[in-house]
């Protein structure tokens, strides 16, 4: 899939936002599950809250999994469509020189 340029360089940025934030949500999602895995069991009984917790588990696993294959692969295209080489990644001015792009 060829991308011009700009909507190239807009889809790298974007994944590599979605990149950083990825960390944040992982813990907001931890957070969310034992604080319900802690009410199911006060309010039933323990392996109430344990199969929540693995549940939810598997659940939040499913989507990371999702999420990291989804900011790859727009990584990789938008790579492509730049024609640059994937160790541009790593370059520090990164965000400097897509953001020339688009302007």
Same mark, same amino acid.
């Given at each position: 899939?060829?991308?011009?340029?700009?909507?190239?360089?807009? +889809?790298?940025?974007?994944?590599?936002? !979605?990149?950083?934030? +990825?960390?944040?949500?992982?813990?907001?999602?931890?957070?969310? *599950?034992?604080?319900?895995?802690?009410?199911?069991?006060?309010?039933? !009984?323990?392996?109430?809250?344990l199969?929540?917790?693995?549940?939810? *588990?598997? +659940?939040?696993?499913?989507?990371?999994?999702?999420?990291?294959? *989804?900011?790859?692969v727009?990584?990789?295209?938008?790579?492509? *469509?730049?024609?640059?080489?994937?160790?541009?990644?790593?370059?520090?001015?990164?965000?400097?020189? +897509?953001?020339?792009?688009?302007e």
């Open positions: 899939m060829a991308l011009a340029k700009k909507a190239a360089a807009q +889809l790298l940025i974007d994944a590599l936002r !979605s990149e950083k934030k +990825l960390k944040v949500r992982v813990i907001a999602v931890i957070i969310q *599950s034992v604080v319900i895995a802690i009410v199911v069991t006060y309010l039933t !009984s323990w392996y109430f809250g199969a929540c917790i693995l549940v939810f *588990s598997l +659940l939040g696993q499913f989507a990371h999994e999702r999420m990291t294959n *989804s900011i790859t727009r990584k990789i295209t938008a790579i492509k *469509s730049l024609r640059w080489n994937e160790t541009e990644l790593e370059n520090p001015e990164l965000l400097n020189k +897509l953001n020339k792009i688009l």
